[in-house]
């Protein structure tokens, strides 16, 4: 009985195959799954280093879009920055010829041609106006070039009337200044009548071309009218002369000249100081023997003194 029992105790050899079987599938499974596992990871890996090169490609095309985009923004910065250049030349030369219009309105002005009360040329043009709903606009570079080139054809319009106002101004400025009129000395008095007289040293019936005004020695001489020197000196019966061609005919002599302030072709002045008084020449004390030709025919000087007071 005792041994019969021991013999039944033992685990079947069937069974004990079967277990070891069982573990040695498990185990190759694992190693198959294992192998599985590497080689889809290394399909994936190698499959990544095939797209790789697709994927650097791309982001060297958009490098190189990016690129030209760049440099078309930087070609439309310069090509705006050389239209603002070009229109503030524009400008800048629009204001030196408003500061030219400016200085010819301030002489039309100072000319008397226009009211000064009216006409401020040193100060911006009034304007005004409601205010409008709807929102302001900024200029567009096409639509401030526009407005420029119209400002440019009304400154060439107004340029050009101004400049023929200026001409006439000075063509009635320079009649003003030829106008004979007033008296050759700043004081003193008539002392001889433009006609006949009792001659001063011989005591006869003389003619006399002009008047004489007596004052102090070595005052002013003034011319009554602007005009070119034709003659600067001594002459005959005169002493210092100053002879001055006004134009239209119109000549005017200063006599008995202490000195003389001006030579042959100068241009003077009304009112400018051409001599001063003396007694040069045939005279019998200081003063100036004043004469007014018209066409080389002596004429009576006071009714052109007496202009100047009208």
Do not use: C
């Amino acid at each position: 009985m005792t041994t019969n029992t021991a013999s039944d105790s033992l685990p079947p050899p069937v069974i004990i195959l079967n277990r070891r079987l069982l573990l040695a599938l498990l185990i190759f499974a694992l190693v198959l799954t294992a192998i599985a596992s590497w080689a889809g990871y290394t399909l994936a890996v190698a499959k990544i280093g095939v797209e790789t090169p697709v994927s650097a490609e791309l982001v060297v095309r958009w490098q190189v879009r990016l690129q030209e985009q760049k440099a078309a923004l930087t070609q439309v910065e310069t090509d705006v920055q050389h239209q603002v250049d070009v229109m503030t030349l524009r400008l800048g030369a629009m204001q030196g010829r408003l500061l030219r219009l400016d200085v010819l309105g301030q002489r039309f002005v100072e000319s008397g041609l226009v009211n000064n009360e009216e006409f401020d040329f040193s100060a911006p043009a009034p304007v005004g106006g409601p205010k409008v709903l709807l929102p302001p606009e900024s200029y567009s570079v096409p639509s401030l070039s526009e407005m420029i080139e119209r400002l440019e054809r009304r400154l060439d319009n107004r340029e050009q009337q101004l400049r023929l106002l200026d001409k006439l101004a000075w063509r009635q400025k320079l009649d003003d200044e030829r106008f004979v009129e007033g008296r050759p000395i700043i004081w003193g008095w008539l002392s001889s009548e433009y006609g006949y007289r009792t001659d001063p040293f011989s005591g006869k019936r003389t003619w006399h071309g002009g008047v004489d005004l007596a004052g102090k020695d070595g005052s002013d001489i003034v011319a009554v009218a602007a005009g070119v020197v034709t003659w600067a000196g001594k002459r005959h019966g005169y002493g210092n002369l100053v002879e001055i061609a006004h134009g239209d005919g119109l000549v005017t002599r200063y006599a008995h000249a202490k000195a003389v302030s001006v030579k042959i072709g100068d241009l003077v002045q009304k009112a400018q100081v051409v001599a001063l008084m003396g007694s040069t020449g045939r005279s019998t004390g200081p003063h100036v023997h004043f004469e007014v030709l018209k066409h080389g025919r002596t004429t009576d000087p006071v009714k052109y003194m007496a202009r100047a007071s009208h």
